[in-house]
């Protein structure tokens, strides 16, 4: 099956900083998609992103599937953006119609 | 849109009692897919269905595991007899199409067997 890599697994940051997370992937996909799990274990959708660049407020997303890789950005962080940040993906040549998730990123924002 | 619906939101039970799991995906929505998370193993996909029927149950990870989607707005996963290694987070997806197109996670069950 595809295999997702998500890095780095632990990010501590202070209140003000910006970060870049990583997604690597496999293999071709039809979709990829940006998760954060808040603390309450919500998994809320962040983008939906299996090529090109998307942009939401603070955060936004680029996915270069020619180069099997995706980044999350994530500008001015807040105490709120605390939580696990995932990447899964749906392998466009697998027969099994699923997202596959990575470990995540476990984001930490200190006031 | 409400989102998908699951319920319970925490369940809390004895070894050997049966456990159901009840999912409600998002209206118009033709693909749902049931998951479980654990620390050890993470984000796993049991089964998944499209307009109601059962595609993929490899991920069930015994026979005490069962699903079914009566029709298009309800699914359960059931769990009979329940263990203390089912304890996990559940969670129903829905999606519009079966493939290619954004998932949408209800807000999960939390199960502690005892």
């Known amino acids: 099956g595809i295999q997702v890599e998500q890095s780095p697994p632990d990010l501590i940051l202070q209140e003000g900083a910006n970060s870049t997370l990583r997604c690597n992937f496999s293999d071709s996909v039809n979709n990829l998609q940006w998760f954060h799990q808040n603390p309450w274990g919500q998994l809320i959708n962040l983008f939906y992103?299996?090529?090109g660049t998307k942009q939401n407020g603070r955060l936004s997303a680029t996915t270069v599937a020619t180069e099997r890789y995706s980044l999350l950005y994530i500008s001015s962080s807040q105490t709120t953006d605390s939580g696990v940040y995932f990447c899964a993906v749906e392998h466009s040549g697998g027969s099994n119609y699923k997202l596959t998730f990575g470990k995540g990123t476990l984001l930490t924002v200190n006031p | 849109d409400a989102g998908v619906i699951q319920s319970p939101r925490h369940e809390v039970t004895e070894m050997g009692q049966e456990v159901t799991l009840r999912c409600k995906p998002i209206s118009g929505h033709n693909s749902l897919f049931w998951y479980r998370q654990t620390m050890m193993r993470g984000l796993e996909l049991l089964i998944y269905f499209n307009n109601n029927v059962p595609i993929d149950d490899s991920g069930m990870p015994e026979d005490r595991f069962s699903a079914k989607m009566p029709n298009a707005s309800f699914s359960t996963l059931k769990i009979q007899p329940s263990e203390p290694r089912d304890s996990a987070v559940y969670f129903c997806?829905?999606?519009?199409?079966?493939?290619?197109?954004?998932?949408?996670f209800g807000q999960g069950t939390r199960l502690t067997v005892v």
């Open positions: 992103i299996p090529s």
């Open positions: 997806a829905s999606s519009r199409l079966i493939r290619g197109t954004e998932a949408f």
